[in-house]
Nanobody, 122 residues
Framework: QVQLVESGGGLVQAGGSLRLSCAASGRTNSGYHMGWFRQVAGKEREFVAAIGWSGRSTSYADSVKGRFTLSRENAKNTVYLQMNNMKPEDTAVYYC???????????????WGQGTQVTVSS
């Protein structure tokens, strides 16, 4: 069992930056692929970015490519989502996800955090 805790959400003006963190605890001795998704009330959960367990592979949604950067620090069991040049349409609840086998764009990860709110004002 793996527990995920997101942090770093908040309110930022358009063009600003935020960095989200996701700390994993529990059975973290195995490598886990990690992903970030976001969701607006009434809409489906949307893929944002993913990173392979080694950190060598990353994937991004077209809407955030060039603005968001996902990285990980395995010694701390933590992944970071650096969000730059933020836009009002980035406003959502952001969820961290982990899975020992699945790496992809679909919300098929086995473990999920509780989410953190990100609001971008225009």
């Amino acid at each position: 069992q793996v527990q995920l805790v997101e942090s770093g959400g908040g309110l930022v003006q358009a063009g600003g930056s935020l960095r989200l963190s996701c700390a994993a605890s529990g059975r973290t001795n195995s490598g886990y692929h990690m992903g970030w998704f976001r969701q607006v009330a009434g809409k489906e959960r949307e893929f944002v970015a993913a990173i392979g367990w080694s950190g060598r592979s990353t994937s991004y949604a077209d809407s955030v490519k060039g603005r968001f950067t996902l990285s990980r620090e395995n010694a701390k069991n933590t992944v970071y989502l650096q969000m730059n040049n933020m836009k009002p349409e980035d406003t959502a609840v952001y969820y961290c996800a982990a899975d020992p086998a699945y790496y992809g764009l679909k919300p098929m990860y086995n473990y999920w955090g509780q989410g953190t709110q990100v609001t971008v004002s225009s």
